[in-house]
């Protein structure tokens, strides 16, 4: 347990750049999902669920690698990150092109 409690400061440190990674993962793996299935399924639908897989296999594997015994609590949290990455594939990447396409209007109108 103090092993734990030591190690929170570094791992409160990795979240980010591993939620950044996996939305970008997420969103290429959508992106070419999205033309192969022909707009059948709903793009939010299809980002949850590819972030969900992509996140606990990238979480599974780390385990594995790292030789880190996987507890209950410790899947319920990479579904909580799972839920982040899959937030940030859907709304994240929607905002950021809103932005640009308000960027490039405000530039054609100069």
């Known amino acids: 347990m103090e ?6 400061p570094v791992a409160a440190a990795l979240v980010l750049p591993v ?4 939305m970008v993962v997420t969103n ?5 999902l999205k033309k192969l299935t022909w707009g059948k399924l709903p793009t939010n639908v299809l980002a949850f669920a590819v972030a969900m897989v992509v996140t606990l296999l ?10 880190v015994a996987v507890i209950w ?5 990479a579904i909580i990150l799972g839920v982040f990455v899959a937030y940030a594939a859907m709304f994240g990447f929607d905002k950021l092109k809103q ?12």
Not at 19 to 22: I, K, N, P, Q, S
Not at 103 to 108: E, G, R, T, V, Y
Request: glycine fraction near 2%.
């Open 73 to 77: 609590y410790m899947v319920v949290a």
């Open 19 to 22: 939620v950044l990674v996996l």
């Open 3 to 8: 092993n734990l409690i030591q190690n929170i």
């Open 58 to 67: 990238v979480f599974f594997a780390a385990c594995q690698i790292m030789g």
């Open 28 to 32: 290429i793996i959508v992106e070419v």
């Open 99 to 110: 932005t640009l396409e308000q960027i490039n209007s405000i530039k054609q109108n100069k």
